[in-house]
């Protein structure tokens, strides 16, 4: 992963480190069943098994209990063996329904292995209960436990090959935004940290509104996924705002504050056109609503729409939230730094008029939480 810190884009220090390093750590194999006799067949028919150079690492669970705990212990686990009827009667499918759901681990491959064959109840299983495959107790002979192992690991290793691309390409996106934000920050010099500040408290917040149903409709598993990134968006239009302006040491004229408020548009059109060149929702989509939102106020008297309410986009409401309280608690060129009760009472005043009121609901949780974090 990349780390949004590190100064990325004038660091002189060349990148460093093993690009490939050759894995030849067994592949786990987890048996679930509570026959003690199909453990010990299974680990004497595959132990010379090796598929591309490496053997297997053999883990052992009794129960559909217990498979979940030992799966929690080694979530790197290339396949489960699995018995459906253990500590009651379908306590295997219950165990593949646990791994998917509630671990949300779909790369483990699951085969289920069944007493009974041809019964119509784990035919429906393989289809709704995610389970990659199926064989009965009776293939329990070299050749095709064998030829399973091999389905099922050719499986897994596309899975985690799939699984690494996505995470590269994710940390290069954000590389790219981090970048493109800095080159916002350097003409603007009292943000600094604030964009990293604002990335953490805009994810957080998003949190905090999902952990208490708010905009349950708005907020799902992407919306929290993308936000903290977008966030560092909101204010790339300061690349069109001259330094005359954006580091004024005292208030703006009419006129300046005029060219000012515009970076918001500015952001919101430059990373709009962008955003274009990539299909669905993305980063740059929520960047888009975020940098042309963070600036409109709750009772419609913000910039550049006066939107009012639940009109302007949720993750700019989050993000003003993050921005406003940032901007209060840090020194600018143009005001001192409030301390943090300070900014909280404002924050708290501009609930309803500026703020929407539920997300600074949020970010009292989210605050105390900080806290408490700090005080261990
Ligand atoms: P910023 O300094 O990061 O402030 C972000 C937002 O925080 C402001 O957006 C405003 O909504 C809120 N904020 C900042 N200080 C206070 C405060 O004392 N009380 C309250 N209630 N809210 C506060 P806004 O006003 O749209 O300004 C956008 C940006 O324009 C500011 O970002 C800053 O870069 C610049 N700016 C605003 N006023 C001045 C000024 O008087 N002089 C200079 N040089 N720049 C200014
Ligand atoms: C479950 O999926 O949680 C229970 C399995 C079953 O009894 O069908
Ligand atoms: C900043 O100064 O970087 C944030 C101000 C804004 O949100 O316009
Ligand atoms: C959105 O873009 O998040 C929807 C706008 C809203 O909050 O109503
Ligand atoms: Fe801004």
């Not at 990335?199 to 708010?214: H, K, N, T, W």
Request: net charge negative; charged share 30%.
């Amino acid at each position: 992963m990349v780390d949004p810190n590190d100064d990325l884009m004038f660091s002189n220090d060349p990148p460093s480190g093993p690009l490939h390093v050759v894995n030849v750590d067994p592949w786990k194999l987890l048996i679930v069943d509570d026959e003690e006799q199909v453990h010990a067949v299974t680990r004497l028919v595959l132990s010379d098994f090796e598929f591309e150079g490496r053997g297997l690492e053999f883990i052992s669970a009794y129960s559909g209990m217990e498979g979940a705990k030992r799966l929690m212990e080694h979530p790197d686990t290339a396949v489960i063996l699995l018995d459906v009827v253990m500590e009651f009667d379908h306590a295997g499918l219950h165990l593949a329904r646990q791994i998917r759901e509630e671990f949300n681990n779909h790369s483990v491959r699951i085969v289920l292995r069944t007493g009974q064959p041809g019964q119509a109840p784990e035919k429906r299983a393989f289809l709704d209960y995610d389970i990659n495959d199926y064989r009965t107790k009776t293939e329990l002979t070299s050749d095709r436990l064998f030829t399973a192992m091999v389905g099922a690991l050719r499986n897994y290793k596309d899975i985690q090959r799939i699984k690494a691309l996505y995470e590269q390409v994710k940390a290069a996106q954000i590389g790219t935004v981090v970048a493109m934000a800095d080159l916002a920050e350097y003409k603007d010099e009292d943000t600094g940290e604030h964009v990293m500040r604002i990335r953490a408290r805009s994810e957080a917040l998003a949190r905090a509104l999902a952990e208490q149903g708010a905009y349950a409709e708005l907020i799902n598993d992407t919306f929290l996924e993308l936000i903290g990134t977008a966030s560092i968006l909101h204010d790339v239009g300061k690349v069109a705002i001259p330094d005359s302006i954006l580091r004024k040491p005292g208030k703006l004229d009419e006129e300046e504050w005029k060219v000012m408020k515009t970076h918001a548009a500015k952001g919101e059109n430059l990373l709009f056109k962008v955003a274009q060149m990539v299909p669905g929702p993305n980063v740059l989509t929520m960047g888009s609503q975020i940098a042309g939102g963070h600036h409109e106020k709750w009772d419609g008297s913000g910039y550049p729409r006066g939107l009012q309410g639940e009109d302007i986009p949720l993750e700019a409401r989050i993000v003003a939230v993050a921005d406003v309280y940032d901007a209060l608690i840090s020194k600018r060129c143009y005001k001192k730094a409030w301390t943090a009760d300070e900014a909280m009472a404002e924050m708290r005043r501009c609930a309803g008029s500026h703020l929407d009121p539920v997300v600074v609901e949020a970010l009292e949780r989210v605050l105390a939480k900080e806290r408490a974090e700090i005080l261990g």
